[in-house]
């Protein structure tokens, strides 16, 4: 069994808990529960034919009191890097981490994911926010941690991306 630690990065409350709620039990709740440090959790999948455990790491929003740490990038196989739909500077906060990811862990595969299209009216990313963010050669998926949407495949995705990486 091949394990690989994936990262879930992003400003204070753009959904990595839920995200990964929705990926790992199915499960979405309307209750925030802030992250304190790090939650690890678990998914067996099978990508092309090979078993892989996802370790998820769900790491603690970032913003401007507190600064992601790099112990906690350390051995990550890839990273999903959550951006609030409803809120412009998430994604700005998410382009951020990128550099640090890279120092840290190097050139792993890094997937946007744009989340809460359950509240795509209410958003403040626009299509040339998304256009931009594939310009710069990343991956992006739009999903919804509380209908589950797009969920499944981020995850799939990244796993594949992982499973391809040198």
């Known amino acids: 069994m091949m394990k690989k630690k994936v990262c879930m990065l992003g400003a204070f409350a753009v ?79 998410a382009h951020a981490l990128v550099e640090r990811i890279r120092q840290t862990a190097g050139d792993i595969p890094i997937i946007f994911v744009f ?13 040339d926010h998304l256009r931009d963010t594939e310009q710069r050669g990343f991956a992006v998926i739009q999903t919804s941690a509380k209908d589950g949407t797009g969920v499944e495949e981020a995850f799939a995705t990244l796993a594949e991306m992982m499973l391809e990486a040198p």
Not at 58 to 87: K, M, N, P, W
Not at 116 to 127: N, P, Q, S, V, Y
């Open 115 to 127: 989340n809460k299209t359950d509240l795509i009216d209410l958003w403040e990313i626009e299509t």
């Open 15 to 93: 959904g990595k808990t839920s995200l990964v709620q929705q990926y790992v039990h199915s499960i979405f709740s309307d209750k925030y529960q802030t992250t304190v440090g790090v939650k690890v959790d678990k998914k067996s999948v099978v990508v092309k034919g090979t078993s892989v455990d996802l370790i998820l790491w769900d790491i603690y929003g970032e913003d401007e009191f507190q600064e992601v740490r790099a112990s906690y990038l350390r051995g990550a196989a890839g990273c999903l890097l959550v951006v609030d739909g409803t809120r412009r500077y998430t994604l700005d906060t």
